[in-house]
């Protein structure tokens, strides 16, 4: 999963137009352009697609942070070099923060994607990598966690985009009525008068 679908999804999950995105970026002390931004948000087989770096990605994650949590006081977003990578685990770990959720409310989350994850396996993917219990991320757990995000903060446009599309049948025209073939059905006189809603009707 590249970080480019990270920050998409997180994007709609939580409404973030062009304008919210470069604000929270600029909260993390980092200018993002509007053209780079756009490149960002194509998809990879697009004209202009611009693979997303992790340091972009924990950037914008550090301003969510602070968007949703405020600001520590002597506390700056770290700038990732070159070299250093984003882990899944930094990525569940900064969206945690930013979100205030607790162990409950990410279980929950995952539970609106069909995703099901243990108390105790959540717990080791927040712990330190240097300890025995530590378990990496998938994937699939971060994709799970965003979709629903998704449900949970947007049900409507997940109603509109599971709602079954409703065929409707034209009304049938009217068939003429089948004439009389039979001996029997002909030799039936024909009624003097027919009552109808206009009165009575002479048939001659």
């Not at 070159?82 to 569940?92: C, F, Q, T, V």
């Amino acid at each position: 999963m590249i970080h480019n679908d990270i920050l998409r999804r997180l994007r709609y999950a939580l409404r973030l137009d062009d304008t919210a995105t470069i604000a929270i970026f600029s909260l993390a002390n980092y200018e993002m352009e509007k053209d780079y931004l756009s490149m960002l948000m194509k998809k990879e087989d697009e004209p202009g697609f611009m693979l997303c770096r992790d340091k972009i990605l924990s950037l914008f994650l550090d301003g969510l942070i602070i968007q949703k949590r405020g600001k520590q006081e002597g506390v700056e977003p770290v700038v990732l070099k070159g070299s250093e990578r984003l882990s899944n685990n930094d990525i569940l770990r900064k969206i945690r923060i930013a979100m205030s959720y607790r162990d409950e409310d990410m279980l929950a989350i995952l539970k609106l994607a069909n995703f099901r994850l243990s108390k105790g396996e959540l717990n080791a993917m927040f712990r330190k990598a240097d300890h025995r219990n530590y378990k990496e991320s998938g994937d699939q757990v971060v994709r799970n966690l965003l979709k629903g995000m998704v449900v949970k903060y947007r049900p409507d446009a997940v109603k509109t985009a599971t709602t079954p599309v409703v065929k409707t049948h034209k009304p049938q025209k009217p068939t003429k009525p089948r004439q009389a073939t039979s001996q029997k059905d002909k030799a039936k006189p024909a009624p003097e008068e027919t009552n109808s809603v206009w009165g009575k009707v002479d048939p001659k």
